[in-house]
């Protein structure tokens, strides 16, 4: 017997000047969603996620509220630590830049790596920088001399920093990038960063003055009058969090001895992880990601979600109103790979109405209520799902390699297409075969009836728990409660229940918001 393939799953870690929004949470979600696919495949998995608490982002939200940054910090911090009940997570670690004890010696070795193979230097430099990015911007790149990401003017900046040599790594990214040893998904953001190297890669500052800095961060080794870069420090965290720079086994496992290294991160920091990060690691002589799976963006009314723009959506208080189950469908199921996506409360209410009441939890429930009414509950041995629907077997059958073809290539709607195939076909086959025509005939006499019965409803409780199967990485609540459901105790299935609330109905209504259902046994 193999060992199991060790995989390693990072998110970006955020700033934390505000509470978490619904753009952030997409990212977690997809991360969840790729570890528990890769559990349930039999990888050894980690998934980390966190907070970058060392931004100057923070230091102006604190004085804007008239609280010690620490207090800001602390306060958001645990906001996002707090997602991990309200959107099902399974996250194994969370570090916070600002307290975690791994962070600031693994910052430290990183540095000293860097510079002892000669690509860190210091030198003036004046340029425009947005506080919203915690970057520099060339004029060219600005958008009528406004940040292209946040809409808001760079700030003049002149000071002494040290800066690392990025220009000497151009031609080895663009190598591994090209020949795929650095896999960037989708194939428009490979083309991207190409596109940036080949545009020429210039020397990044990584450090700040403590004075611009307000104090605030991790200390240049051997310089304390600098402040180190914010970027540079919360790039650090997918190998600090492991102990980098300690003696720990756990960077030798997951970061080094790692089959794959995988980032989730958004569409605006592409540069700095397929660019920077690498050549990074590339200056301090260690393993690179092996891929850099980038997510676009959720809009309301077509601008970004931003705590920046104010138009945030909070995730803990969506899924208290609508049900983690409606939040993280809407998210796998109308994301596109490429391409942005607007948000409304409508929409999300609509999907969970129409595929998770509608179309899932109604075909369950049917199936289930039938062999309580014609079986007492009982089913039958099942004879196998071929037999009733050529169809409904491969939409079973095929649907485990769809839906790792779509994780592969980064893609959770299709992904979660591969599953709807399923509840299509069950449905399909319950139209088809109408049970009920073959429990009025046994009634009547007709002995076959009721061996076709047998093997329609065994067939169709079977489908719903390879079903359940196939859901458990995309919605583990609701694939438990459907496996609960499904499975005999004492020979007997338990009585039916409403899987899902009709969010609408209860909205028209003027009922209070849903409630999350409770877990499965």
């Given at each position: 017997m193999t060992d199991p393939r060790t995989t390693y799953i990072t998110t970006t870690i955020p700033y934390v000047n505000a509470r978490p929004h619904l753009g952030f949470a997409l990212e977690l979600v997809q991360a969840d969603v790729l570890a528990r696919h890769r559990r349930q495949a039999g990888d050894s998995v980690r998934l980390l996620t966190g907070t970058d608490d060392n931004s100057l982002k923070n230091v102006l939200a604190a004085e804007a509220e008239g609280i010690g940054v620490q207090e800001l910090v602390d306060r958001n911090a645990a906001a996002f630590a707090d997602l991990r009940d309200p959107l099902a997570l399974s996250f194994d670690d969370f570090i916070r830049t600002s307290s975690d004890p791994r962070h600031r010696a693994g910052v430290e070795r990183l540095w000293q790596r860097c510079a002892e193979a000669g690509d860190l230097y210091r030198k003036h430099y004046e340029g425009l920088y947005c506080v919203g990015c915690e970057q520099?911007?060339?004029?060219?790149?600005?958008?009528?001399?406004?940040?292209?990401?946040?809409?808001?003017?760079?700030?003049?900046?002149?000071?002494?920093?040290?800066?690392?040599?990025l220009s000497r790594y151009a031609d080895t990214l663009r190598e591994l990038i090209t020949d795929g040893r650095l896999r960037i998904q989708p194939a428009a953001r490979r083309n991207e960063v190409l596109s940036l190297i080949e545009g020429g890669l210039h020397d990044f500052s990584v450090s700040r003055s403590q004075t611009r800095a307000r104090g605030w961060g991790i200390p240049v080794p051997g310089d304390r009058d600098q402040v180190v870069y914010v970027w540079w420090d919360a790039l650090g965290n997918y190998v600090t969090s492991l102990g980098y720079g300690t003696a720990d086994a756990e960077f030798d496992r997951w970061w080094t001895g790692s089959d794959r290294r995988v980032h989730a991160v958004?569409?605006?920091?592409?540069?700095?992880?397929?660019?920077?990060?690498?050549?990074?690691?590339?200056?301090?002589?260690?393993?690179?990601?092996?891929?850099?799976?980038?997510?676009?963006?959720?809009?309301?009314?077509?601008?970004?979600?931003?705590?920046?723009?104010?138009?945030?959506?909070?995730?803990?208080?969506?899924?208290?109103?609508?049900?983690?189950?409606?939040?993280?469908?809407?998210?796998?199921?109308?994301?596109?790979?490429?391409?942005?996506?607007?948000?409304?409360?409508?929409?999300?209410?609509?999907?969970?109405?129409?595929?998770?009441?509608?179309?899932?939890?109604?075909?369950?429930?049917?199936?289930?209520?039938?062999?309580?009414?014609?079986?007492?509950?009982?089913?039958?041995?099942?004879?196998?799902?071929?037999?009733?629907?050529?169809?409904?077997?491969?939409?079973?059958?095929?649907?485990?390699?769809?839906?790792?073809?779509?994780?592969?290539?980064?893609?959770?709607?299709?992904?979660?297409?591969?599953?709807?195939?399923?509840?299509?076909?069950?449905n399909r086959c319950v139209d088809a075969t109408r049970p009920w025509v073959h429990a009025r005939a046994e009634k009547s006499g007709d002995r076959g009836a009721g061996e076709r019965l047998d093997e329609v409803l065994g067939a169709l409780l079977a489908a719903c728990l390879v079903l359940a199967d196939r859901l458990a990485p995309f919605l583990p609540e609701a694939a438990a409660r459907i496996t609960d459901q499904c499975t005999p105790v004492d020979g007997v299935l338990p009585p039916p229940v409403p899987l899902f609330p009709r969010l609408g109905d209860r909205e028209a209504a003027g009922a209070a918001p849903a409630t999350r259902p409770g877990v499965g046994k």
């Open positions: 520099f911007w060339a004029p060219e790149d600005l958008t009528d001399g406004r940040c292209p990401e946040h809409g808001t003017p760079p700030r003049a900046v002149a000071e002494e920093n040290w800066f690392f040599r958004g569409k605006g920091v592409i540069r700095f992880h397929a660019v920077y990060w690498p050549a990074m690691l590339l200056s301090a002589g260690l393993p690179l990601p092996t891929d850099i799976l980038v997510h676009d963006y959720l809009t309301v009314d077509g601008r970004k979600i931003s705590k920046s723009t104010g138009n945030t959506v909070d995730p803990a208080a969506l899924a208290a109103d609508h049900g983690t189950d409606a939040v993280r469908w809407w998210l796998m199921r109308d994301v596109p790979r490429v391409g942005d996506a607007d948000f409304t409360p409508e929409r999300l209410v609509q999907r969970a109405d129409s595929d998770l009441a509608g179309g899932l939890g109604n075909l369950v429930n049917r199936i289930v209520t039938m062999i309580h009414r014609y079986r007492a509950g009982r089913p039958a041995a099942a004879g196998g799902i071929r037999p009733v629907s050529e169809r409904l077997a491969r939409a079973c059958e095929d649907s485990p390699l769809q839906i790792e073809a779509a994780l592969e290539a980064y893609d959770f709607r299709r992904a979660a297409a591969a599953v709807w195939t399923i509840v299509e076909e069950a």
